[in-house]
Structures are given as C-alpha cells and as structure tokens.
C-alpha cells in the first residue's frame, strides 16, 4: 500500500513538473533547466518562440522617416534589446575629425587655391538612423547643416557647386586670421539599382561622375560609412591625393590611412558583437542580464563604462566610439580581434550550448561581412553558442524571414533588418 502511494505520488509531482516547464513563461526562466547544472544541460523545457529571447543589432527598430523609436518591438518580451552604437556620438567625432584635419592641412587642402573647400558626400541609406545621423554630424561640425524640423536636414542635395542648395548652406572655416568657405557640392544616397543601400559600386560610381564633372573643385570626400568611402578613395581620392573620411574602422580602410585615407571611426564592433551574444547568453541562462557586461561574471568578462552605454527607456545597448586617424590607426589594423576584457571561455558545463538563429541584412554588407561577423563567429564559441548565420540580399526582408521557418529549432534569436520599420516580419513569425 505505502510502495503504491509513493508511485502516485511520484508521478502527480513529475506532473507537476511537466505542467510547468511547457507554461511558455518567460525565457529566461524557461531554459534554466537547460543551464542550471551540467546534469540537466540537455534537458531543454519547451518554451513558446515569443518569450525566447530576441536581440535587434545593426538596425535598430524605428519609424525611417521620423526616427522615432519602435518600443513594442524592443519589448517584444521581457528578454528583448537592442545592441547597437552610440550613432549621435560617432557622428560628431566624424565630423569633429573631418573639420581638425581640414584646419591642420589648411596650407595644402584647397586644391584650386578658390578659397573653397568643397567636399563631397556618400550617404548610407535616407531611411536608417544610423546614416541620417552620420550626415548630419557632417554638416553640424562643417557649418553647412541646414534646420528642418528642429533637426539638421540629411536629405541629399544632388550636386551644389554654386552653393545655390536650400538643403545646406555655405559653411566657414577660419585659421590664422584666413577664411574659407566650407561647400557640400554634391551628395546623394549610395541605393544601387536593385533597390540595396550603403552600395559600395554604387558610390564608386558617383565619384567618378562628380570628378569628371568638377573634379578639381573637391578638396575632401565624407562617407558614412567604410565600404563606400574605399570605393571612391580607390577609384579617385588616393590617385588626386583627396582625403576620405569613412566610418566602422574596417580592416582596410585603417591600412589604407598610411596610403592617405583621412580617417574612419571605430564603433567598437568587438564591444557590439559580444554584447549581441552576451544578452542572449544571459538570457538564456536565467541570470541577471549585467552578468559579464557591467558586473564581471565568474571567469572574469566586464566591460568598462567608458566602451558602452545601456539606456533602460530604450532597452538598448550602445557602444561608444574612437576616432581613428594618422596618429592612431596601428591600434586598429585588424577589426576582428575579440575586445580583450571579455574574451575569457565561459564553462561549459555551467553554460551549455544553446541554438541562436541570426541574420545579416546583407551577406554583402562589408562592414558586417568582413567585421562584425567574424567577431561574432569568435565569440559565439567563447560564450557556447550554436549559431546559425543567415545572409540576406539587402533589398527585401521575406528574403530573410522565408529562412525562419523553423524557429522551433532555435533556442533565441538575433535579428539584423534589411528596414528599420520592418520588426513587424519577424515579431509575426515568432508569435505564430
């Protein structure tokens, strides 16, 4: 009689149990089971693809045309952030940059002596906060923004060589007792023909039109980002001895600096490619989501105030970013070295392996392709993470949600849009 009892017993609790584990709470409580101890790290419980937990990188979910944040994807659910850069503070340090070089070279800049320094500008992407930013810190630090909206207008000009454009205005320079005027003379966005942005051919392309056009006129060449800005350095600047000023510190770009390209702006890839991961792991592992961030975690991972910012309101982690110049670049050759404080192998029997699926908006994209990715793939062994890596094409997004169709497979997910307006996709599919 007690040995039939004890059975019942023992299988209302294992019952129990069950009932609890399948609840869909939230995922952070749902794959401790998984994480607790080595004994039970491939016992995963089940728990519903919407309370996994989710990270926006790259592309932070917002309204293209006002900027303004998309919280019901950043709180998708509990375990839901965003890990990115700090776009404003990046983009006065281009512009900051650009404006210094321009003052210690003032003697040499000018090139037709017109007492113009006219530059040109290879934008990203109209759409993406990262690129309006970045055009913006231009023109803020050039004196040729132009309000709209409270804002400095980031719309691209076309071409302006007789300063006639109501989108910017002449800017001015003075250095000893001399002043120059500051002139945009063309801008436009780098969007190639099938509809892919930050195009890199495309802006080649642009460099050599606008040079044959008013060549001699342009003294210094912006780009918002790396991919562009080699493109038009290799094909004109570096040849006519015009600096080019890019952003991401690719590998490339900072080894071209000795060949005189101006400068570039690290966004510290390393701090942002272990942040991506390290939330999920965190996650994942039902601990507090600091762990190994602010605070160390048992085998000594931490990042200092000083390399990123968390901002609650927004659910977001932003690295901060370096100038990368001259006197600088050797410390930035390789752009896929894992940031030294948080390069410590996480146990694996603390932390067992999990599945993360994650995508890049574009497997063409250089910054992610040959920077962020690699990283990633670094990391993603030191924090034992099975990750899945998806390329998309850049121009359409169910080129990349058409690959999420077994999200039961994957214990989180990282997800890098092709738009910023398109969380919607992905939210959808998870909450199937």
Same mark, same amino acid.
Do not use: W
């Given at each position: 009689m007690k040995k039939a009892l004890? +059975?019942? &017993?023992?299988?209302? =609790?294992?019952?129990? +149990?069950?009932?609890?584990?399948?609840?869909?709470?939230t995922s952070g409580s749902g794959a401790s089971s998984g994480s607790g101890s080595a004994s039970g790290s491939n016992a995963a419980t089940e728990v519903a693809n919407k309370d996994k937990p989710l990270v926006w990188f790259n592309r932070q979910p917002s309204n293209s045309s006002t900027g303004e944040l998309d919280m019901t994807a950043l709180s998708f659910n509990e375990d839901t952030y965003y890990v990115g850069f700090d776009a404003n503070q990046g983009a006065e340090l281009q512009g900051e940059m650009i404006r210094d070089y321009i003052e210690d070279n003032i003697d040499t800049i000018d090139r037709n002596g017109d007492g113009i320094i006219g530059y040109v &500008?290879?934008?990203?992407?109209?759409?993406?906060?990262?690129?309006?930013? #970045?055009?913006?810190? !231009? #023109?803020?630090?050039?004196?040729?923004? @132009?309000?709209?909206?409270?804002?400095?207008?980031?719309?691209?000009?076309g071409t302006n060589t007789d300063g006639t454009s109501t989108i910017v205005k002449d800017g001015e320079i003075t250095v000893n007792g001399t002043t120059y005027i500051v002139r945009e003379l063309a801008s436009q966005e =780098?969007?190639?023909?099938?509809g892919a942005t930050w195009d890199a051919g495309t802006a080649g392309n642009a460099i050599n039109t606008w040079s044959a056009s008013f060549g001699d006129q342009i003294d210094v060449i912006a780009s918002n980002n790396d991919g562009m800005g080699m493109a038009m350095f290799t094909g004109w600047s570096k040849a006519n001895n015009v600096p080019t000023f890019g952003y991401d510190?690719?590998?490339?770009a900072v080894a071209a600096i000795a060949e005189g390209y101006g400068g570039t702006i690290s966004q510290h890839a390393d701090v942002q490619a272990y942040l991506t991961l390290r939330v999920l792991r965190n996650a994942l592992d039902g601990v507090d989501i600091d762990t190994g961030i602010g605070t160390a975690d048992g085998v000594g991972n931490v990042l200092s105030e000083d390399v990123?910012? $968390? !901002?609650?309101?927004?659910?977001?982690? $932003?690295? +901060?970013? !370096?100038a990368v110049t001259a006197e600088n670049y050797e410390d930035f050759l390789d752009s896929t070295v894992t940031y030294a404080p948080v390069s410590y192998q996480l146990d694996a029997e603390t932390h067992p392996t999990k599945n993360v699926w994650l995508n890049i908006y574009n497997a063409a994209d250089n910054f992610l392709g040959?920077?962020? *990715?690699? +990283? &990633? *793939?670094k990391y993603d062994d030191l924090l034992n993470l099975? @990750?899945?890596?998806?390329?998309?094409?850049? *121009?359409?997004?169910?080129?990349?949600?058409? #690959?999420l169709g077994n999200p039961? *497979? $994957?214990?989180?997910?990282?997800?890098? =849009?092709v738009k910023t307006d398109n969380a919607a996709s992905y939210t959808a599919l998870l909450s199937q």
């Open positions: 004890a +059975l019942t &017993l023992a299988a209302a =609790m294992a019952l129990g +149990l069950a009932a609890c584990g399948n609840g869909g709470g &500008l290879a934008i990203g992407d109209i759409g993406h906060n990262d690129s309006i930013a #970045r055009t913006r810190g !231009v #023109r803020s630090a050039l004196g040729t923004g @132009v309000d709209k909206d409270g804002a400095i207008d980031s719309s691209p000009i =780098m969007k190639n023909s099938a510190a690719n590998s490339d990123y910012k $968390y !901002v609650d309101e927004e659910r977001s982690y $932003y690295a +901060l970013n !370096v040959s920077t962020y *990715q690699p +990283l &990633l *793939q099975n @990750v899945e890596y998806i390329g998309g094409d850049g *121009q359409t997004e169910a080129n990349i949600t058409n #690959r039961d *497979q $994957y214990d989180a997910f990282a997800i890098n =849009m």
